[in-house]
């Protein structure tokens, strides 16, 4: 499939998936974080003319970071009249919640707390604007690795590039002009004081993985695997003790 017939595609799939609602979705909720997956989604939903709400949620965020989700923010709203943008700092909110569970401190988890303090915030918004929440997860990190935070930015109402590889959406946002400082920054999910990249926590490249998702006989493969495993408790669907015999 060609680039523009794949955000065509999925421009559509949005608007349909709305329409299609017992009651139609009046807005499209989007946390951005200045990377790729999260430009390219925004943009999409700016795209189907529908009213599009993207947030910064910053949490003891790097200055790096944050600046390029601001300046996604007046992308956006320079190219389309119905985006809506909020920053909203929710650091103070952070502090609370971890001093509140001093006894129970763990870096792991602090950081997906991050990710489950944003998503609330998500659905908040999107509760009072009568708007679901999309994800913006693509399919190396949602289906492949399960790079993600569980009920974190894993607990969305849609999923629109959750189909389409890293690579691909590398293609969208050229084609879609999504700033170039964007495109080129090195890929991180902003979860952590000391910005590691999804490199560095994954231990393997998206090239590296698109290839072992696509090849069993690549040299990749075996570490793609063990990465999978780890993190198949996201992917699968919650277990259920079924009661056979009633």
Known sequence: MQTIDRINRIKNWISAYCKAMPKEATALVIGISGGIDSSVTSTLCAMTGKK?????????????????????????????????????????????????????????????????????????????????????????????????????????????????TKTQVWDMGKSLGILKEIIEADPTDGLWDDGRTDVNQLGMSYNELENAMNNKNSDSYRKYLEIR??????????????MEDE
């Open 52 to 164: 599009t709400i993207v947030l910064s949620m910053p949490i003891n965020q790097i200055k790096d970071q944050h600046n390029l989700s601001l300046k996604h923010q007046e992308w956006l709203k320079s190219k389309f009249k119905n985006v809506e943008s909020h920053t909203i700092e929710l650091d103070g909110l952070f502090d609370i919640f971890k001093k509140s569970l001093s006894n129970f401190n763990d870096n792991h988890g602090l950081a997906n707390s991050r990710a489950r303090l944003r998503m609330t915030t998500l659905y908040q918004v999107a509760a009072s604007n009568g708007g679901i929440v999309v994800g913006t997860g693509n399919k190396v990190e949602d289906f492949g690795v399960g790079f993600y935070t569980k009920y974190g930015d894993g607990g969305v109402d849609i999923s629109p590039i959750a189909d389409c």
């Open 229 to 242: 495993k780890k993190n198949l408790h996201k992917m699968n669907p919650i277990p259920v003790c079924m």
